[in-house]
T-cell receptor, first 114, second 112 residues
Framework: AQKITQTQPGMFVQEKEAVTLDCTYDTSDQSYGLFWYKQPSSGEMIFLIYQGSYDEQNATEGRYSLNFQKARKSANLVISASQLGDSAMYFCAMRRSGFQKLVFGTGTRLLVSP | NAGVTQTPKFQVLKTGQSMTLQCAQD?????MYWYRQDPGMGLRLIYYSASEGTTDKGEVPNGYNVSRLNKREFSLRLESAAPSQTSVYFC???????????FGQGTRLTVV
């Protein structure tokens, strides 16, 4: 069975600082994908970044990067130069290759202060 | 650029009432999904449809039914609502050759 663990219920960061949101996963599969989604207070789920299990380079999308450590089964999200608009819930998720289901973690609430 | 549209956005039901949550996507996606989000539990998959004409159970299907009406639309029905079905419901869709799923705005359902 797959499982995603996000151990930080809440994180605080000052504007313009970098922050790392932790995510560890458990799977016996060799081929899978890891995702991060952002959920602002308005409620929608916004896709941020994706990492395939066979990708050798860490994924980056603008200010977002995914620190992928396969041996440790971790997929931490790094947000550089935090902005007030980054305040939101962040969910880590995983999907086995060839399967439909996304398995989500319980989320981390990030608060960015001026 | 509508993406994934869910209706209604809010609903209050009495225990035992039935209702259908509607979802439509205009991105020509093959797969569509229904998730529920409960506090402290992340999102859990209720049902999905990998292509038009097919539906499959997810993690928490009990108490729900779905219909993939056509490629665009995927509805979720509660036949006899229970307080345990109070949740935020998300519809999502994905083009099978792509990795990311796109989500609707969510439906906040309260069963009293």
């Amino acid at each position: 069975a797959q499982k995603i663990t996000q151990t930080q219920p809440g994180m605080f960061v000052q504007e313009k600082e970098a922050v790392t949101l932790d995510c560890t996963y458990d799977t016996s599969d060799q081929s899978y994908g890891l995702f991060w989604y952002k959920q602002p207070s308005s409620g929608e789920m916004i896709f941020l970044i994706y990492q395939g299990s066979y990708d050798e380079q860490n994924a980056t999308e603008g200010r977002y990067s995914l620190n992928f450590q396969k041996a440790r089964k971790s997929a931490n999200l790094v947000i550089s130069a935090s902005q007030l608009g980054d305040s939101a819930m962040y969910f880590c998720a995983m999907r086995r290759s060839g399967f439909q289901k996304l398995v989500f973690g319980t989320g981390t609430r990030l608060l960015v202060s001026p | 650029n509508a993406g994934v549209t869910q209706t209604p956005k809010f609903q209050v039901l009495k225990t035992g009432q039935s209702m259908t949550l509607q979802c439509a996507q205009d991105m020509n996606h093959n797969s569509m999904y229904w998730y529920r989000q409960d506090p402290g539990m992340g999102l859990r998959l209720i049902y999905y449809s990998a292509s038009e004409g097919t539906t499959d159970k997810g993690e928490v299907p009990n108490g729900y039914n779905v219909s993939r009406l056509n490629k665009r639309e995927f509805s979720l029905r509660l036949e006899s609502a229970a307080p345990s079905q109070t949740s935020v419901y998300f519809c999502a869709s994905r083009l099978n050759r792509e990795v990311e799923a796109f989500f609707g705005q969510g439906t906040r359902l309260t069963v009293v």
